[in-house]
């Protein structure tokens, strides 16, 4: 009964580690599709055409 307890929350661990990298990867794409301001604009461009994100 043991392994079966560790084992489910090793899994639940794992889990909320995923979501929460993916989570990270959408704002960080969303932050550098939709930046507005020219210093960010710059920086991020050549990452925007990279991922065939629409910046203009």
């Known amino acids: 009964m043991t392994t079966k307890v560790q084992t489910q929350t090793l899994v639940d661990t794992q889990l909320f580690g ?3 990298v993916a989570l990270a990867g959408i704002m960080l794409l969303f932050a550098a599709g939709f930046a507005q ?19 203009h």
């Open 18 to 20: 995923i979501a929460g």
């Open 37 to 55: 301001g020219s210093v960010l604009h710059d920086s991020a461009h050549d990452t925007r055409h990279a991922i065939a994100f629409p910046c």
